[in-house]
């Protein structure tokens, strides 16, 4: 069974910080595009951070760009995302996402999510 469960999450004081893992079951995740995305209550789910397969790459929303490091171990079919500086703004289900690409048709598989609150 195909399955991402993420963890990590928690209450956190603003300025502080938190370790997202999402872990891979059913599949490797060697070959798959891995993503982190969010969504606060009200608003629409944004991507926050991408990490290309072999971690060569990754790419980040404006709004964590300097805060939020997306890094993976393919050897342990995780991928995590270290929250630093934490914002109210912040506040979210975090959400793990692996995507593959053939032929031009994506696969996505999704997690359950992992909520992250930021008191001020």
């Known amino acids: 069974q195909v399955q991402l469960v993420e963890s990590g999450g928690g209450l956190v004081q603003f300025g502080g910080s938190l370790r997202l893992s999402c872990a891979a079951s059913g599949f490797t995740i060697s070959t798959y595009g891995m993503s982190w995305y969010r969504q606060a209550p009200g608003k629409e789910r944004e991507l926050v951070a991408v990490?290309?397969?072999?971690?060569?790459?990754?790419n980040y929303a404006d709004s964590v760009k300097g805060r939020f490091t997306i890094s993976r171990d393919n050897a342990k079919n995780t991928v995590y995302l270290q929250m630093n500086s934490l914002k109210p703004e912040d506040t979210a289900v975090y959400y793990c996402n692996a995507r593959e690409t053939v032929f031009r048709i994506a696969y996505d598989y999704w997690g359950q999510g992992t909520q992250v609150t930021v008191s001020s």
């Open positions: 990490i290309t397969t072999t971690g060569g790459s990754t």
